[in-house]
């Protein structure tokens, strides 16, 4: 049993917010945010909800997959910010691109969400209960960010990425995967919305914003990011050297750079977008994955690490051989 990408897809709005434009409504600076970040813009919706985004993101994987959207067994999104309790935000997609025969459902491990829903697609796949899955993850930050929060507001931005999983027969390829939680560290990256409404007492549900503790969580995924990288790849019985690209979230050029530093590996073979997009929660791996297999930079048998982090707290890498192409 072989299981591959076939496909991957992805899309962020038009509409791009400079570091400039944010100096506008709060006190901060190009300057600050490029070398603090590395992030000059990101695309920040203009009404795309979550689904939306995620839509066309699938719409694009299931076209490079040269796959029908009948043939999917199950759609899995990683997102924190579906546009409503329910339903969920996969089934959106799913109504949206006629996946009739698809099981869909959300999964929610903020900024881990992609790697999670890409893990768990494996086990399914492994499991031979299913044999084809979209994977997702998008997020809409820009709905729970409070524009006046210049620690927060200048690091995020919208986006989805998409990849099509597949089992078939074979023998080529490896495919190893991690996972971690540490609830007891929520607080330091969270949003306060809560159902809290009551019956009783008649409190209606509230909103809030995200809020963070910068510090602590660029402290947690410095050590916590280099752990898991050794950790799969020695477990996949490769070292360092034979992985050709470590494609991690993006959270703050800094943070890969410090990751790159641990791990003794070059940042050549560390690809960033930061820069363009921001932070985009579930969706950085994925856009980033897309936009390196449109550019031709994925090569049939390089292996991959794909390795993230976030709220909840959360970490995860995957390790599997590229097999398109
Ligand atoms: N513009 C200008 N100044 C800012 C600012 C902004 N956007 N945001 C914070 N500051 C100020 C702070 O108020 C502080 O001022 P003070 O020294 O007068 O108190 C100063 O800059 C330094 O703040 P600090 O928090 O120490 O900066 P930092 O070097 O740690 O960088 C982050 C802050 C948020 C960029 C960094 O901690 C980080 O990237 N953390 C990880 C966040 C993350 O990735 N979250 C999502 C994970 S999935």
């Not at 929060?149 to 099509?164: E, I, K, N, P, Q």
Request: hydrophobic residues 40%.
């Amino acid at each position: 049993m072989e299981i591959k990408i076939i496909g991957t897809g992805s899309f962020v709005p038009e509409h791009a917010v400079t570091n400039d434009d944010l100096a506008a409504i709060v006190d901060t600076s190009d300057e600050w945010i490029r070398t603090r970040t590395g992030i000059r813009e990101r695309r920040i919706s203009e009404g795309e909800g979550t689904s939306r985004m995620a839509a066309e993101a699938a719409k694009r994987a299931l076209e490079n997959a040269g796959i029908k959207a009948e043939e999917l067994d199950m759609i899995l999104l990683g997102t924190s910010t579906p546009d409503c309790c329910f339903p969920s935000g996969a089934c959106e997609v799913q109504a949206e691109i006629g996946a009739v025969n698809a099981a869909a459902y959300d999964l929610s491990a903020a900024c881990s969400g992609f790697i999670f829903a890409l893990n768990t697609a494996y086990s399914f796949l492994a499991a031979g209960l299913y044999r084809t899955i979209l994977v997702i993850g998008a997020d809409c930050l820009s709905k729970i960010v409070d524009w006046s929060d210049r620690s927060t507001c200048v690091l995020f931005g919208d986006g989805a990425g998409a990849a099509v999983v597949r089992a078939e027969e074979g023998d080529g390829g490896r495919f190893h995967m991690l996972m971690g939680s540490d609830g007891q560290r929520g607080p330091v990256l969270a949003c306060t919305s809560r159902t809290v409404g009551n019956f009783r007492t008649g409190t209606k549900p509230q909103l809030g914003y995200m809020t963070m503790d910068g510090q602590e969580v660029f402290k947690f995924a410095v050590k916590k990011v280099p752990e898991i990288i050794e950790q799969v790849t020695e477990e996949a019985g490769v070292s360092l050297e034979d992985v050709r690209w470590f494609i991690l979230h993006q959270a703050n050029y800094r943070i890969s750079e410090s990751i790159a530093k641990r791990l003794k590996v070059s940042m050549d073979r560390i690809p960033m977008n930061i820069e363009s997009y921001g932070n985009t929660s579930a969706a950085t791996v994925p856009v980033l994955l897309d936009e390196m297999n449109r550019q031709g930079k994925l090569k049939k048998g390089d292996l991959l690490v794909l390795a993230g982090f976030g709220g909840g707290l959360t970490w995860g890498a995957t390790l599997f051989t590229w097999q398109m192409g």
